[in-house]
């Protein structure tokens, strides 16, 4: 469960300051697919890298699983990342000329888990995301784009994650495979019931989330659940 | 992170850029193995040096007239204008335990004419028997003359091969006769090769008889060196201390008016020639492997800037400061070590090359190897440190919006 209560975050750069967050309050119970909804300066990318336990907010609590993240040292929020959350990025952020395989396993290489339990892992994560296993040895600069996501997702998946941050993660795709990226997320959160949260711009993006919180200029202006756009034929 | 995951990942960073990974590792590899084959070849220096005065005679004492000055070492510079040591001084060595054979020398440089016409400028050293012994010398044709003949005035000369090849070319030099300061000497014995080594040339000398030499040639009853050799080496110092007493006494003098040289004062003086060349050469390489270290860090910091896209997402799936730290460190020893394992084999062989065209006999000690790792190892570390502290410090946000 997420607990977030009047987070603001205040960037002081010489004498200017500026207000990112200025008190945002709300929860996300566990299984939730979120969508968090706001223009370009709104404020969103700065609440992603709080919740993501990137950054710390300059004052107000935030706590993931009961723990205080919010006044955390580099590297406690560093085992926090490892251990509860997974993130999906708008440019894949893959090692290239590194397997698929080897791309998935990665988060699990900071954690001590042995080497076979990794594997095993790594590909009932890939399985998850829907990939294709012949594929899995295939180097990821040999990847499409739609496929090139789900390695990353299911990179995501790996550690059995709390929370699952995707940012904009149709902003590099067609339409296309941008629905089967959203219809992948849809799924793991109906058949999985992973806790998702999706950072998008596009209000036809946040659509497919169950909840919307639109924020600007560093408020919440809405908070509200939708008719949810599902993506029919989910799996490829 | 388990060593094999550390080991996997340096693995596929430097092959992931070769020609660069090569190009660094050149400067460590051209460092290590200059310093390598530069020591390797100093101490060859050393030990074929060693090894040849060593060759002069092993348990040697020699006695030269006049006191040594202070600082000055073995380079004596009035050898033979004092004219302390006489033939009486033999009788008093001879008391001494310990002492096995004594050879009287008197040299003198004198233009030397054979039965053939042919001339040479040559040094005539008058000895007894027993100098061939002590310096460990063989003749190939003849013999070297006897006590008999040293008692009795004879004129018979000993020639090395050199003055042989100078005077009598191609032939037999045995029976020949020479002619020294306007005295008939004849050839009875020629030396075996000792090769020329720089100072005192055995294979340029003449050996007559000492009494032959002081009595008609030089015309004089004082000896410009003694050699004493002794019979075990640890036995020189009490030699040495017991010779210095009795010559003192037997020349009523209070301070010796004479200095006693062993073959290890000679050795100490010249290893510390030598080890200061090795050094010296040690250090000129050692330069290449600074410049190596500098080639390290700059692809170092270039890999981190590269990579920082990568070293962001890394942190955000959890790495530590300290993992990351660790990933750059390794790669930068990985790279020194196995420029440093390259250069340890190139620079032996460059030091095989060396011996194998007779330039010097050189040695590859496990110690300069041994050395030689450590040394790139802390090279690794040193320059590694601060572009592994740099990509550990990277804030993650800023590093994944990196273009």
């Known amino acids: 469960m997420i607990e977030v209560s009047n987070i603001k975050k205040i960037y002081i750069n010489g004498d200017n300051e500026t207000h990112a967050l200025r008190g945002v309050t709300f929860t996300i119970e566990d299984g939730e697919f979120v969508a968090i909804m706001g223009p370009s300066g709104s404020g969103k990318s700065t609440l992603m890298h709080i919740l993501g336990a990137l950054d710390t907010p300059s004052s107000g609590g935030y706590k993931l699983d009961g723990h205080d993240v919010s006044k955390l040292s580099d590297d406690e929020l560093a085992k926090i990342r490892r251990d509860k959350i997974g993130f999906v990025f708008q440019s894949f952020n893959l090692l290239s000329r590194t397997t698929v395989l080897r791309n998935v396993t990665l988060p699990l290489i900071y954690s001590d888990m042995p080497v076979q339990a990794r594997e095993k892992r790594a590909v009932q994560a890939l399985k998850d995301a829907g990939m294709d296993e012949n594929r899995f040895n295939h180097k990821s600069n040999q990847l499409s784009g739609g496929q090139i996501q789900r390695v990353a997702i299911a990179r995501a998946l790996v550690n059995d994650p709390s929370l699952i941050l995707a940012d904009e993660p149709t902003g590099n795709l067609d339409t296309q495979t941008g629905n089967i990226v959203l219809g992948t997320f849809q799924r793991l959160n109906k058949e999985y019931g992973r806790t998702i949260i999706l950072i998008t711009h596009e209000k036809d993006i946040a659509e497919h989330a169950d909840r919307i919180i639109h924020i600007r200029d560093g408020e919440i202006v809405d908070d509200s659940k939708k008719h949810t756009k599902k993506i029919i034929n989910q799996k490829p | ?403």
């Not at chain 2, 040293?150 to 000993?158: G, I, M, T």
């Not at chain 2, 010559?247 to 000679?266: C, G, M, P, T």
């Open chain 2, 1 to 403: 992170m388990t060593t094999r995951d550390i080991i996997h990942e340096t693995f596929s960073a430097l092959t992931a850029n070769k020609v660069r990974t090569s190009l660094t590792m050149l400067g460590i590899i051209i460092g290590i193995g200059s310093v390598i084959s530069m020591v390797s070849i100093g101490q060859g220096a050393q030990a074929s040096i060693q090894s040849s005065i060593e060759g002069l005679g092993a348990n040697l004492l020699t006695i030269y007239p006049g006191a040594l000055q202070p600082g000055r070492g073995i380079v004596s510079s009035g050898r033979g204008a004092a004219q302390s040591l006489v033939n009486e001084d033999i009788e008093v060595l001879q008391e001494i335990p310990g002492v096995s054979l004594i050879a009287p020398q008197l040299d003198r440089r004198f233009q030397i004419v054979s039965s053939l016409g042919n001339n040479t400028n040559s040094t005539v050293i008058g000895t007894s028997p027993a100098y061939a012994q002590i310096r460990n010398m063989t003749t190939v044709n003849g013999i070297f003359f006897t006590e008999n003949q040293n008692n009795s005035l004879a004129k018979v000369a000993v020639i090395g091969p050199t003055v042989a090849t100078d005077l009598f070319g191609a032939e037999d030099p045995l029976g020949q006769t020479l002619k020294v300061n306007g005295v008939i000497f004849r050839v009875i014995g020629v030396l075996e090769a000792k090769g020329g080594s720089g100072f005192a040339n055995q294979d340029d000398m003449v050996f007559v008889p000492i009494s032959t030499m002081q009595k008609i040639l030089a015309g004089v009853d004082y000896l410009s060196v003694i050699a004493v050799s002794v019979e075990d080496k640890d036995q020189m110092e009490n030699v040495r201390t017991l010779a210095t007493e009795a010559l003192i006494k037997k020349h009523r003098v209070d301070e010796a008016d004479f200095s006693i040289i062993s073959q290890a004062d000679i050795l100490g003086t010249l290893n510390q020639v030598t080890d200061a060349f090795t050094l010296f050469l040690a250090a000129i390489a050692s330069i290449s492997l600074v410049v190596g270290g500098i080639g390290i860090m700059n692809m170092m910091l270039t890999t981190v800037t590269e990579r920082t896209r990568e070293i962001g997402l890394r942190k955000a799936i959890g790495a530590t400061r300290h993992d990351i730290n660790l990933q750059f460190l390794t790669e930068a020893v990985a790279l020194t070590l196995i420029g440093g394992a390259i250069g340890v084999i190139l620079g032996w062989a460059v030091a095989t090359t060396v011996s194998s065209l007779g330039l010097i006999q050189t040695e590859v000690s496990l110690m300069s190897v041994i050395l030689a790792f450590g040394v790139s190892a802390v090279i690794g570390i040193a320059f590694g440190y601060y572009p592994a502290r740099r990509a550990s410090r990277l804030n993650p946000i800023e590093a994944l919006r990196y273009e």
